[in-house]
């Protein structure tokens, strides 16, 4: 089983709307959550930090849930410029590196 | 403010050539990795290093070596190249206390 699972996509949303992207973990050990945002043919950057109390950064809002071992990421009001590939990343406890999902492709239509 | 810097940004090899792909950061930072992303297939760890004059293996280490023979610094090699190996590379950095990753801008290798 892999360390990280994302639904793959795509999501093809209209402007305005309202999209949730689901992303499970496999090992209970995980401590620390990540969405990172990647743009065609560019680097992954950090979109933000999943805190166990979630938490909202404009219109992005994460959550952790640790009995179901999963986090999510909603994007509300989508705009066209939301249009990237979406990568869960999870850390754990005694380990030197970070578990990437596949990411989720989300476009946004006029 | 570099960040993360990637060298060279584009590459075609032919199957066998050998060449280095450097990574330098600029932010002090601890701990430095180098992926390999494919379509399809998501970013996969190749080698990383906890610090300077350490490296360790990833999940798809074979038919690469790596050096970090000074802390800003971190070298990706393949002695042989492949086809297989046609893929875009990310060298990424981040430090002891905190979980945010730094990327580079990425390193496209087409092998022939």
């Known amino acids: 089983r892999k360390e990280v699972e994302q639904d793959p996509g ?3 949303v ?3 709307a309202t999209v949730a992207f689901n992303c499970t973990y496999s090992n209970s050990a ?3 959550f990540f969405w990172y945002r990647q743009d ?4 992954p950057k950090l979109l933000m930090s999943v805190y166990s109390s979630g938490n909202e950064d404009g ?3 994460a959550q952790l849930n640790r009995a179901s071992q999963y986090i999510s990421l909603l994007i509300r009001d989508s705009k066209l410029s939301d249009s990237a590939t979406y990568l ?3 850390g754990r406890t005694g380990a ?3 578990f990437f999902g596949t990411g989720t492709r989300l476009t946004v239509i006029p | 403010n570099a960040g993360v810097t990637q060298t060279p940004k584009f590459r075609v090899l032919k199957t066998g050539q050998s060449m280095t792909l450097l990574c330098a950061q600029d932010m002090n930072h601890e701990y430095m990795y180098w992926y390999r992303q494919d379509p399809g297939m998501g970013l996969r760890l190749i080698h990383y290093s906890v610090g300077e004059g350490t490296t360790a293996k990833g999940e798809v280490p074979d038919g690469y070596n790596v050096s970090r023979l000074k802390k800003q610094n971190f070298l990706l090699g393949l002695e042989s190249a492949a086809p297989s190996q046609t893929s875009v590379y990310f060298c990424a950095s981040r ?3 905190t979980g945010e990753l730094f990327f580079g801008e990425g390193s496209r290798l087409t092998v022939l």
């Open chain 1, 10 to 12: 795509p999501f093809n």
């Open chain 1, 14 to 16: 209209p402007e305005g």
């Open chain 1, 30 to 32: 995980s401590q620390s």
């Open chain 1, 40 to 43: 065609c043919r560019k680097e």
């Open chain 1, 59 to 61: 219109r992005f809002t």
């Open chain 1, 88 to 90: 869960c990343v999870v």
């Open chain 1, 96 to 98: 030197n590196n970070l």
């Open chain 2, 95 to 97: 430090g002891l206390s």
